[in-house]
């Protein structure tokens, strides 16, 4: 246990030090990570960081390409912290686990479609009916490659779930409630989003804590 209070300090630092995250950014991330360690443990501080390490690693691949269409954001601020972390961290203190890493499976899956998903041969088009073509990095847009991304981001967040807490439906239910998590994203995206009624950051909330709730009742019920 000493070591792990090591490690948010550290991960704060080095995310600040390598431009990921602003001051302030850093700082509230080192903090929830705590804050997490001393709700759940080490097992429950690893999901988490495992969220933002596959976050990092999805930013910056291929950045220089995104970053000439302006679809990516390599430095993130405080709000893209709390959007992404938020829920997660209430159902840490909630000592809820299916809704923690199920909540975490989204924003995983949603960055990973989002930053990588950009990058598809194909156009995307409109989550509302799938035929629309939009713009690259359009809100609600969906192509084949950010769909594999989400399935791929929420199964990784999964299989980590199952192998650190030994439970296969908790392995289950946090890929499920990734893979709809990071639809209903889009969905939000492509409609309130779009329309000026809310902003990214509160559709990632707003998302990630549908996949809490889905993952929960999915616990629940089956």
């Given at each position: 246990?000493?070591?792990?209070?090591?490690?948010?300090?550290?991960?704060?630092?080095?995310?600040?030090?390598?431009?990921?995250?602003?001051?302030?950014?850093?700082?509230?991330?080192?903090?929830?990570?705590?804050?997490?360690?001393?709700?759940?443990?080490?097992?429950?501080?690893?999901?988490?960081?495992?969220?933002?390490?596959?976050?990092?690693?999805?930013?910056?691949?291929?950045?220089?390409?995104?970053?000439?269409?302006?679809?990516?954001?390599?430095?993130?601020?405080?709000?893209?912290?709390?959007?992404?972390?938020?829920?997660?961290?209430?159902?840490?203190?909630?000592?809820?686990?299916a809704g923690f890493s199920a909540s975490l499976a989204s924003v995983t899956a949603d960055t990973l479609s989002s930053e990588i998903g950009v990058l598809s041969k194909s156009p995307?088009?409109?989550?509302?009916?799938?035929?629309?073509?939009?713009?690259?990095?359009?809100?609600?847009?969906?192509?084949?490659?950010?769909?594999?991304?989400?399935?791929?981001?929420?199964?990784?967040?999964?299989?980590?779930?199952?192998?650190?807490?030994?439970?296969?439906?908790?392995?289950?239910?946090?890929?499920?409630?990734?893979?709809?998590?990071?639809?209903?994203?889009?969905?939000?995206?492509?409609?309130?989003?779009?329309?000026?009624?809310?902003?990214?950051?509160?559709?990632?909330?707003?998302?990630?804590?549908?996949?809490?709730?889905?993952?929960?009742?999915?616990?629940?019920?089956?």
């Amino acid at each position: 246990m000493d070591l792990w209070l090591t490690v948010p300090a550290i991960l704060s630092a080095l995310a600040f030090l390598s431009g990921g995250l602003d001051q302030l950014s850093s700082i509230t991330g080192g903090i929830m990570g705590y804050m997490v360690l001393f709700s759940g443990g080490w097992r429950w501080l690893l999901l988490f960081i495992l969220f933002f390490a596959l976050s990092t690693i999805a930013t910056n691949y291929k950045y220089s390409t995104k970053s000439r269409y302006h679809l990516s954001q390599k430095k993130r601020a405080v709000e893209n912290v709390l959007g992404n972390g938020l829920v997660p961290l209430i159902f840490a203190l909630g000592g809820n686990l299916a809704g923690f890493s199920a909540s975490l499976a989204s924003v995983t899956a949603d960055t990973l479609s989002s930053e990588i998903g950009v990058l598809s041969k194909s156009p995307p088009v409109s989550i509302l009916d799938l035929k629309t073509q939009v713009k690259r990095g359009a809100n609600g847009g969906v192509s084949r490659l950010g769909n594999l991304m989400n399935v791929l981001g929420s199964a990784v967040m999964a299989v980590t779930a199952f192998l650190l807490f030994g439970n296969m439906a908790v392995g289950w239910v946090t890929f499920w409630g990734g893979v709809f998590g990071c639809i209903i994203d889009s969905v939000l995206g492509a409609t309130l989003e779009n329309e000026g009624v809310i902003g990214n950051h509160l559709v990632n909330l707003l998302s990630s804590l549908a996949a809490g709730i889905i993952a929960v009742w999915l616990s629940v019920t089956f």
